[in-house]
């Protein structure tokens, strides 16, 4: 959900996190984790990216995994066996604070063999860092803070400040999700404009699915593809109306088909609107 969101942001930002993860603006390409795989291996918070010299590697965790010690060690020979001669840069990066041990563990060991790998918990980072970049500021919210609203309105405040629409609408619903970590969902919505959030990928995704799912029941029942924009439309407002009733994300999720995480962004742009 909150790590897919980052996955976003990594691959339409990615110079923005090379500039913070490697310390130079280099041009990054998306690596599929199939050129590395002998056999499937799970791949949902997995982000690998790759220039002509390095490879960089990062998992978003909004949850403690005693698993990614070997994910990583296991990437990493599966990329030297691909691409011996790169560099490989392997970050985990914790989204939500935790005293759990398991986010400081940052190596792989058995017997005779030892594996390192970076690891950043959000909520010990400076929060400057992600001001210096667009591609960073949904994260900002979630770093080293004792007043996250306050934050949240100074980035609403950068986004307001970016001048290419798409990059503005895409930066504002990326915080607007990842806010819901630390932040009640009605503040967000009181700081965030829903109408800039209207056209992110995220909403045009949403408005996607339910055009496919739409024109798929129209031709099995033998309707016009013209339904197709109904369904869309349909699936948003039975969303709207039941985040009214209070029922829980999960069971609207199960009505509408829709994902926790798109249910989530339409309760931080749509609900606005009445706000307004």
Known sequence: MFDNICKFLVENFSSDFATWLLGESINLTELSPKELSLEPIRADALILLQSGQSILHLEFQTQVDPEIPFRMIDYRLRAYRRFPDKAMHQVVIYLKQTNSNLVQQNTFTIAGTRHEFAVIRLWEQPTEVFFRTPGLLPLAVLSS????????????????????????????????????????????????????????????????????????????????????????????????????????????????????EQLQYLQASESRDSNQ
């Open 145 to 260: 803070t004792i007043a996250p609203e306050v934050i949240l309105n100074e980035v609403a405040r950068e986004i307001n400040s970016i001048t290419e629409l798409r990059t503005q609408s895409n930066i504002a619903a990326s915080t607007a999700i990842l806010a819901g970590l630390v932040l009640d969902k009605e503040v967000i919505k009181r700081v965030l404009r829903s109408d800039i959030m209207r056209e992110s990928a995220i909403y045009q995704d949403i408005l996607q699915e339910g055009k496919a799912e739409g024109k798929a029941e129209g031709k099995a029942e033998g309707k016009a593809e013209g339904k197709a924009e109904g369904k869309a439309e349909a699936l948003l407002e039975v969303a709207r109306n039941l985040f009214s009733t209070g029922m829980p994300l999960e069971q609207i999720g199960r009505v509408t088909g829709l994902s926790i």
